[in-house]
């Protein structure tokens, strides 16, 4: 069993919107950095957004930042991507990853996160 679970992937049409969420039976999210990745076929994993575990404060991609949005659910120990304005070009697997380095930020690189879930597939079709 995986430490991480993605959840909320699917088909969308360009301008479309999902909202993905990342939860675990094992961590307690609240407590750890946790990030999005994406990968989509025959590219190299990319971070997209992640927030800290201290300071909840969030880091953004250049390629999203303004149509992807990182929260916490504290009462639900989960941490959610909502994604708006989608385009064919943001098809990919999905994966959210938790990071148990306690810091006031985060970082879009894959090394400090530790705790990896097996991705969500999002389809947007034009």
């Known amino acids: 069993q995986l430490p991480v679970v993605e959840s909320g992937g699917g088909l969308v049409q360009s301008g479309g919107s999902l909202r993905l969420s990342c939860a675990s039976s094992?961590?307690?999210?609240?407590?750890?950095?946790v990030g999005w990745f994406r990968q989509a076929p025959g590219k190299e994993r990319e971070g997209l957004a992640c927030?800290?575990?201290?300071?909840?404060?969030?880091t953004y991609a250049e390629s999203v930042k303004g149509r992807f949005s990182i929260s916490r659910e504290y009462a639900e120990k989960t941490v959610s991507l909502q994604m708006n304005d989608l385009n064919p070009a943001d098809t990919a697997v999905y994966f959210c990853?938790?990071?148990?380095?306690?810091?006031?930020?985060?970082?879009?690189?894959?090394?400090?996160?530790?705790?990896w879930g097996q991705g969500t597939q999002v389809t947007v079709s034009s």
């Open positions: 990853a938790a990071s148990p380095v306690s810091l006031d930020s985060c970082e879009l690189t894959e090394s400090p996160y530790g705790h």
């Open positions: 094992e961590l307690i999210l609240n407590y750890y950095g």
């Open positions: 927030i800290s575990s201290v300071s909840g404060s969030t």
